[in-house]
């Protein structure tokens, strides 16, 4: 059986967790960080070098970074729907994907860990400021990007890029401040609630 490691808080090993449900993957899922047990553990350092969840092991191998386990478990299941075999279909999935785990994902952390972790190293509140103001920024961008497919963040369909964009969306709607209304990203986040992986992992399953 499929093995995830890391906590059922954190928004990387969530969207393991919603991919699995989308692809009807059994999985075990043992925890560390987020206070559980810690990453820095010689026994952790053996399953990720750089020390970070969530990693799965899957038919003897190791592997880590959330968006290329998605990337991997969908094109195991052959989910092409989810993760397109021809190249350039692919790629449009791909760059937001990409997108998501470093320009999207650098936005958010001053403002996520100030006001919902409560987090004492974060309380520089010109930093927070221009962290949720770049947030925003962001999240307005998707909107643009929803009202010209119509639906989903690379197209007309789901794929994986949804998952990790959606549970972004999810933060965003976490943060305890004023926010822009943005119609496009409440039709999103309605659509999304209309799968049980996202309403498992993404609105009911943590911040
Ligand atoms: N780029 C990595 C980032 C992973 C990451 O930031 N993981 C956090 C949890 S969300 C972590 O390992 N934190 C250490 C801890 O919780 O102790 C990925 O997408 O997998």
Redesign the pocket.
């Known amino acids: 059986m499929l093995r995830i490691h890391g906590y059922a808080g954190?928004?990387?090993v969530r969207k393991v967790l919603w991919t699995c449900v989308e692809l009807g993957l059994p999985f075990e899922r043992i925890d560390w960080?987020?206070g559980t047990r810690?990453?820095t553990d010689p026994d952790f350092l053996k399953l990720n070098p750089v020390g970070?969840?969530?990693v799965i092991e899957d038919a003897g191998q190791l592997f880590?970074?959330?968006?290329s386990i998605v990337r991997y478990l969908a094109a195991r299941e052959n989910r092409h729907d989810l993760l397109p075999a021809a190249p350039a279909r692919r790629a449009q999935v791909e760059k937001w994907m990409d997108w998501q785990?470093s320009d999207f994902n650098n936005t958010w952390r001053a403002v996520f860990q100030a006001t919902v972790r409560k987090n004492p190293n974060f309380q520089d509140r010109t930093e927070i400021a221009a962290s949720w103001s770049r947030f925003c920024a962001a999240v307005e961008v998707l909107d643009r990007e929803l009202a010209r497919t119509g639906a989903y963040i690379a197209g007309p369909d789901f794929t994986c890029a949804d998952i990790v964009i959606g549970l972004s969306i999810h933060r965003w709607k976490s943060i305890p401040l004023e926010r822009p209304d943005l119609r496009q990203i409440e039709r999103y986040y309605d659509r999304l609630c209309e799968r049980e992986g996202f309403r498992l992992y993404g609105r009911d399953g943590g911040l």
Not at 64 to 67: K, M, P, Q, R, V
Request: net charge negative; charged share 5%.
């Open positions: 954190s928004i990387n960080g987020g810690p990453v970070m969840i969530p880590w970074e959330s968006n785990v």
